[in-house]
């Protein structure tokens, strides 16, 4: 069974720095690209960041490029997502997904940026 | 950026009734490079249809998907009580991938 578990969500301050994790389980990890979403609470879906298989191409949104850098470790079968300059409106669940399109996504984690 | 513009943002409807959920796109999309998502309060977004109208693993074929180039709909024949959710459309074939910005399914 295919599972990704989020963890890293904390409550932040404002220029801040978080690094969120997923761990996969259930699949060949190496095999698929994985995708940074994220969803503030009460709104819709934003699309954060992709990266490749082999994590030598990577994609972000304009709202957090320069930011946030996505990367990944095949070796532990685990999705990073570096989180730096944070602000207010970064406040979301965010979410882990594998391959285009999204077939199986996490449970999330809840970053706050807030002071 | 391919901006996805859902239609209507609310659906009101009971359940047995037919729900036609409207995705258009600002430019051409591939349509093998369109999904959409069912999100239920509370939960993580599940795939339901990809490449346009193939169904995901376990996705009951009262779901349907069809359009091409900048019009693409979501159809579910039959509402049951499960599908009472929000629906979002996702383009995926040109970075940066987007979202529509959803569509509530809701009891009537």
């Known amino acids: 069974e295919v599972q990704l578990v989020e963890s890293g969500g904390v409550v932040v301050q404002p220029g801040g720095s978080l690094r969120l994790s997923c761990a996969a389980s259930?699949?060949?990890?190496?095999?698929?690209?994985f995708h940074w979403v994220r969803q503030a609470p009460g709104k819709g879906l934003e699309w954060v960041s992709l990266?490749?298989?082999?994590?030598?191409?990577?994609y972000y949104a304009d709202s957090v490029k320069g930011r946030f850098t996505i990367s990944r470790d095949n070796t532990k079968n685990s999705l990073y997502l570096e989180m730096n300059s944070l602000r207010p409106e970064d406040t979301a669940f965010y979410y882990c997904?594998?391959?285009?399109?999204?077939?199986?996504w996490g449970l999330g984690t809840l970053v706050t940026v807030s002071s | 950026e391919i901006v996805l513009t859902q239609s209507p943002g609310t659906l009101s409807l009971s359940p047995g009734e037919r729900a036609t959920l409207s995705c258009r796109a600002s430019?051409?999309?591939?349509?093998?490079?369109l999904a959409w998502y069912q999100q239920k309060p509370g939960q993580a977004p599940r795939l339901l249809i990809y490449g346009e109208s193939s169904r995901a693993t376990g996705i009951p074929d009262r779901f349907s998907g069809s359009g091409s180039e900048t019009d693409f709909t979501l159809t579910i024949s039959r509402l049951e009580p499960e599908d009472f959710a929000v629906y979002y459309c996702q383009q995926y074939g040109r970075s940066p991938l987007t979202f529509g910005g959803g569509t509530k399914v809701e009891f009537k």
């Open positions: 990266i490749s298989w082999d994590g030598g191409s990577t």
């Open positions: 430019q051409t999309i591939s349509s093998s490079y």
């Open positions: 997904a594998k391959d285009s399109p999204l077939t199986h």
């Open positions: 259930g699949f060949t990890f190496e095999d698929f690209a």
